[in-house]
């Protein structure tokens, strides 16, 4: 690995941890056993690693989602999937991230808003469509409104006044999150395929 992605690396895990306004250059260059001076050749300031650190990241993010999806056997095995996969991506997240990210980072937070505005909700919308062709999600759904709607809930997720963290982890609001709207989006077909997967079994 390049000693400019060993940084962003190290920078990442120190994010996630302690959450990026409470992470300095001090830290990440202690964190490498690296002296400033070598950190500064590569980074001008904190912002150009945020920036870097958010530009792999998501280039990651997309890679791993596609990837997923095209192994996918429905819509609802896709998002049983990337449930899964976001409960790995928020068990060591700190939940100031996206605060941080828009109150001190704004290159970043534009990168974030590109990739949820097109990125995530072409996805969802997709998985709808995709859900509405096979009979597991009702015919009757207004996907565009719908599809908004699921990725409103993303950034729920990290709304402190809504979910105190220290009483809602991020992984249960999450699973609790995305099964809610799987049912409400469901035909009787698609219902019972998402009981098999959690293992529920309904009185009809």
Not at 68 to 75: C, D, Q, R
Not at 111 to 121: C, D, G, S
Not at 168 to 181: C, K, M, P, Q, T
Request: glycine residues 4%; negative net charge; charged residues 25%.
């Amino acid at each position: 690995m390049e000693i400019k992605d060993r940084i962003l690396h190290h920078a990442q895990n120190l994010f996630m941890r302690n959450g990026i306004k409470s992470v300095s250059m001090d830290d990440i260059a202690a964190d490498m056993a690296m002296s400033k001076k070598t950190l500064y050749k590569w980074f001008e300031n904190k912002d150009q690693i945020v920036l870097g650190m958010m530009t792999h990241h998501l280039d990651s993010t997309q890679r791993e989602c596609t990837s997923l999806i095209e192994a996918a056997g429905s819509a609802i095995d896709e998002l049983f999937r990337m449930m899964e996969w976001m409960k790995q991506q928020f068990t060591n997240i700190h939940p100031s991230i996206f605060y941080d990210l828009q109150k001190f980072h704004a290159e970043a937070w534009k990168l974030w808003m590109v990739h949820k505005h097109e990125f995530i909700l072409s996805q969802i919308i997709d998985n709808l469509r995709r859900g509405i062709a096979e009979g597991l999600y009702r015919s009757d759904l207004d996907v565009e409104v719908l599809a908004r709607l699921r990725l409103a809930e993303i950034e729920l997720l990290f709304d402190a006044t809504l979910y105190p963290p220290q009483r809602f982890g991020a992984e249960r609001v999450s699973v609790a999150l995305v099964e809610h709207f799987m049912l409400g989006v469901a035909t009787i077909k698609g219902h019972k395929l998402i009981n098999q997967y959690r293992h529920v079994t309904e009185e009809e």
